[in-house]
């Protein structure tokens, strides 16, 4: 049912919420996942893959990180770092290379919040034809 899960991360601890829930989704679907982080930074929207700031480079190694978790779970998953604007590189990503689900955790603003700030997980949610499973994180 779901061959490819794209996991959004936003590099904060609300992805624990997503992880773990996609960690046995995965599991029980034998799922292979891409985990996906946009670097926003100045340097990651001016430069984008040429991009070199210590955010770039925390946002490397902290992919690698939580690829290294899933894997010695058994779970296959590779990880992509993307530069710019997120929803609109998300959904890019998703139009160019598909899946099968999209997993994103929600920080849960109320109201007011989203309705100023807007929200990643809604603006990609809205933009995609693809299923998607948001989280509320704990």
Do not use: N
């Not at 340097?43 to 770039?56: K, M």
């Not at 989203?114 to 929200?119: E, H, I, Q, R, S």
């Amino acid at each position: 049912m779901y061959k490819t899960i794209l996991v959004t991360l936003d590099g904060t601890p609300t992805d624990r919420t997503i992880i773990e829930h996609i960690k046995q989704l995965a599991r029980l679907m034998r799922s292979f996942v891409v985990l996906l982080h946009v670097a926003d930074g100045w340097a990651a929207r001016t430069f984008g893959s040429d991009a070199v700031s210590p955010e770039v480079v925390e946002d490397r190694e902290y992919l690698e990180k939580v690829k290294s978790e899933f894997r010695s779970d058994d779970i296959p998953a590779e990880a992509e770092l993307a530069y710019g604007e997120p929803a609109a590189e998300i959904v890019k990503w998703i139009q160019k290379e598909g899946c099968d689900l999209v997993a994103m955790s929600t920080h849960g603003h109320r109201l007011l919040a989203d309705v100023f700030l807007g929200t990643t997980a809604t603006r990609v949610q809205h933009s995609i034809r693809v299923p998607v499973l948001l989280l509320r994180a704990k």
